[in-house]
């Protein structure tokens, strides 16, 4: 199994490069980061967000192999042929390690903020669905041409081709939306899941696969988790009680080695752990490194 540090775009730039560099340096598999333009966790609007692609074209060239992608992009903000050639770009700084998050995108209030059309549930994931077969074909073709509801390409390239596989990760788990174009255009596949969710999931796309007649193991799958690691059952407890329950892992050690097992066992090929709840840095490289010693290294 691999294992995913995902940094906090609140942070400032030099943490946010120390923490990818760290990251590949004490045995991270991938580095991810959010796409947004206002923060997301529901908090204030006037704190630091920062762009993904900025981000992560500094994080290539900071990095020499750990993979690298947002988690996920915003369609709706994110026209697919300027989109290719930003993650093709990043992909050549990178030598071939960028992944391409893509999402229909749901914060309501980023578009408002910065005038992009947010629309209703339906016409976000046409859009998706759109731009998805867009760039598989940019991404494979000499030209790509689609006249479409809401694109319209003519006989656009894309040179250079990207270096690496470009694999296109699509996030979510929307059963009859989401996972039907996960099973129809993705080669990954991420949602934000404990164990027990992320089998249900699991069980929905494998349907979904099997009605567009693709094999499902052609699609590499992975979760996102809080992560609480704790010394004792007090602090488990504690966790428990303030609320830190769905999409979380929590426990000490052993109890955490049980936790990631489950994913292993239903064949989930990356967990991803988000920095937010790890502390300060000194604290959150700590944390991280317990993780990966005590707990991640049971499944490498």
Same mark, same amino acid.
């Given at each position: 199994?691999?294992?995913?540090?995902?940094?906090?775009?609140?942070? +400032?730039?030099?943490?946010?490069?120390?923490?990818?560099?760290?990251?590949?340096?004490?045995?991270?598999?991938?580095?991810?980061? =959010?796409?947004?333009?206002?923060? @997301?966790?529901?908090? *204030?609007?006037?704190?630091?967000?920062?762009?993904?692609?900025?981000?992560?074209?500094?994080?290539? +060239?900071?990095?020499?192999?750990?993979?690298?992608?947002?988690?996920?992009?915003?369609?709706?903000?994110?026209?697919?042929?300027?989109?290719?050639?930003?993650?093709?770009?990043? $992909?050549?700084?990178?030598?071939?390690?960028?992944?391409?998050?893509?999402?229909?995108?749901?914060?309501?209030?980023?578009?408002? @903020?910065?005038?992009?059309?947010?629309?209703?549930? *339906?016409?976000?994931?046409?859009?998706?669905?759109?731009?998805?077969?867009?760039?598989?074909?940019?991404?494979?073709?000499?030209?790509?041409?689609?006249?479409?509801?809401?694109?319209?390409? !003519?006989?656009?390239?894309?040179?250079?081709?990207?270096?690496?596989?470009?694999?296109?990760?699509?996030?979510?788990?929307?059963?009859?939306?989401?996972?039907?174009?996960? @099973?129809?255009?993705? $080669?990954?596949?991420?949602?934000?899941?404990?164990?027990?969710?992320?089998?249900?999931?699991?069980?929905?796309? +494998?349907?979904?696969?099997?009605?567009?007649?693709?094999?499902?193991? $052609?699609?590499?799958?992975?979760?996102?988790?809080?992560?609480? !690691?704790?010394?004792?059952?007090?602090?488990? $407890?504690?966790?428990?009680? =303030?609320?830190?329950?769905?999409?979380?892992?929590?426990?000490?050690?052993?109890?955490?080695?049980?936790?990631?097992?489950?994913? =292993?066992?239903?064949?989930?090929?990356?967990?991803?752990?988000?920095?937010?709840?790890?502390?300060?840095?000194?604290?959150?490289?700590?944390?991280?490194?317990?993780? !990966?010693?005590?707990?991640?290294?049971?499944?490498?």
């Amino acid at each position: 199994m691999r294992f995913g540090y995902w940094i906090g775009s609140g942070h +400032d730039w030099g943490e946010i490069r120390r923490s990818g560099v760290r990251a590949e340096e004490t045995g991270w598999n991938g580095v991810w980061f =959010a796409d947004h333009l206002l923060p @997301a966790d529901g908090g *204030s609007l006037d704190r630091p967000c920062h762009e993904v692609w900025s981000v992560l074209a500094g994080l290539a +060239d900071a990095t020499e192999n750990v993979r690298l992608g947002p988690l996920v992009c915003g369609n709706t903000y994110r026209n697919p042929g300027l989109l290719m050639k930003q993650a093709v770009t990043t $992909d050549h700084i990178s030598g071939g390690r960028i992944v391409l998050g893509l999402g229909a995108g749901w914060m309501e209030e980023e578009h408002t @903020a910065y005038g992009f059309e947010f629309g209703t549930f *339906s016409d976000r994931f046409d859009r998706l669905e759109e731009a998805l077969q867009i760039i598989r074909s940019m991404r494979s073709e000499a030209t790509t041409t689609l006249d479409g509801a809401r694109y319209r390409v !003519l006989e656009a390239p894309l040179e250079p081709k990207p270096v690496g596989p470009l694999p296109i990760l699509i996030g979510g788990g929307g059963e009859r939306k989401t996972l039907r174009m996960v @099973a129809q255009y993705a $080669d990954e596949w991420n949602v934000w899941a404990e164990p027990e969710l992320m089998r249900a999931k699991i069980e929905v796309l +494998d349907r979904q696969c099997e009605t567009v007649g693709r094999d499902p193991a $052609d699609i590499e799958r992975s979760a996102v988790a809080l992560l609480f !690691l704790c010394e004792d059952e007090a602090e488990v $407890d504690a966790h428990r009680a =303030a609320g830190a329950g769905r999409q979380s892992l929590i426990g000490t050690p052993a109890q955490l080695v049980e936790q990631v097992g489950a994913y =292993a066992e239903m064949g989930v090929d990356e967990l991803i752990v988000p920095d937010w709840t790890l502390g300060d840095p000194v604290a959150k490289d700590d944390l991280a490194d317990r993780f !990966l010693a005590e707990v991640a290294a049971e499944f490498r």
